[in-house]
């Protein structure tokens, strides 16, 4: 990392890992493990950025009460917070309570792609054996709210002054736009902007849901408390968002007419893959994402506009390539790209006001995917999981052209100012 010039790095802790039966006893060894990452991490001159859940609940815990659909686990989070927060709190300056909590209670509660894989016919995308596409969503993300509320007010009252720390959530983002200039794909945009990012950020900032979403969903979206909404009001230090792609998006009022619906139709809005809409991704390979950074920028915008431009920070961004593609060793051209091209947008959004604070790629090291395995990976250096027992790294063209730019050659960096850091992120299983 050291030689690459990076200057931050963003990780998750394991809840298991730290804490093997969800509450209880602290696990010596993963409390070792992370403080020997931490600190050699800052022994070199780099940040550590830490997100405290990242889709590993406990099995105890969900074996116990079914983890984020009881309102148990508020309480067993802001202790494992407050665990991470007092044992890494003097050396950690940037807490990510939750990582893309849309995106996990979707794939986990409606479409059943993730552990626990609950839903229920026709809206699961495997054949779920349990759960509630229709509510458990929204039972699960109304949870992950008060949870991370109650982390954050417990890091806020506790810490924040000794620490001198921020605290906020992450967000998958698609930097939606409409399908047409027509007023109803306009306002289904909106729309889907409400059910996706403004369904954990509307809250965070003014207490409540959007009205869209209790139009549309109803009695099965649960309501805050004036207690909870004061709660979750003003929560989040900054946000975070993961953005790999983009969507346009027509409106589907015909949706709404169906008695059972899942979040998709009570969206009432279709995205549609938006593969090209820079005209730049033609002739990629199979599987590769298209390069499309205006996604990116319309997500940092959306956020400057709607939510009075917080402090930002994209924490996730990269290109995927495959095993059986030719440049998933060393040659990934591709990745240069993509990588120019966002980071550029992230520049465009600096440069109209937005409040972004700075910028990771997916990933620093090839590694495991958790939807692909080793078959696919988004590292500046490349492992041979399947041939090399020393897992040696090996650079990438990107890994050379991302310390370059990194290190400020040929002026590619001219336009950053001191505050404003540009990380590589990773996983830390």
Known sequence: MVDTGLDAYRFSISWSRLIPNGRGPVNPKGLEYYNNLINELINHGIQAHVTVFHYDTPQSLEDEYGGWLSRKIVKDFTTYADVCFKEFGDRVSTWTTINEANVFVLRTYNLGILPPQRCSFPFGAINCTSGNSTTEPYIAAHNILLAHASAARLYKNKYQDKQHGVIGINLGSYGYSPLTNSTEDIAATQRANDFFVGWFANPSVYGDYPESMKRNVGSRLPSFTPYEAKLVKGS?????????????????????????????????????????????????????????????????????????????????????????????????????????????????????????????????????????????????????????????????????????FLKGRKNERNFLTRSTTYEVSHFSQ
């Open 236 to 404: 989040c230090d900054f946000f975070g968002v993961n953005h790999y792609k983009t969507f346009k998006i027509k409106d589907n009022p015909e949706s709404l007419k169906i008695q059972q619906r899942d979040f998709t139709l009570d969206m009432a809005a279709l995205q549609i893959s938006d593969w090209s809409p820079d005209g730049s991704s033609a002739g990629l390979l199979p599987g590769v994402l298209p390069v499309a950074p205006s996604g990116l920028k319309r997500s940092l915008e959306y956020f400057k506009q709607a939510y009075g431009n917080p402090p930002m920070y994209v924490h996730e961004n990269g290109q995927i390539s495959y095993r059986e593609a030719p440049d998933i060793s060393t040659n990934d051209t591709a990745r240069v790209t993509y990588l120019k091209a966002y980071i550029g947008a992230t520049l465009d959004a600096l440069r109209n006001g937005c409040n972004t604070k700075g910028y990771f790629t997916w990933s620093f090291l090839d590694l495991f995917e958790f939807s692909k395995g080793y078959t696919a990976s988004y590292g500046l250096y490349y492992i041979d999981f399947y041939n090399d027992m020393d897992l040696k790294r090996h650079p990438k063209f990107s890994a050379h052209w991302y310390s370059s």
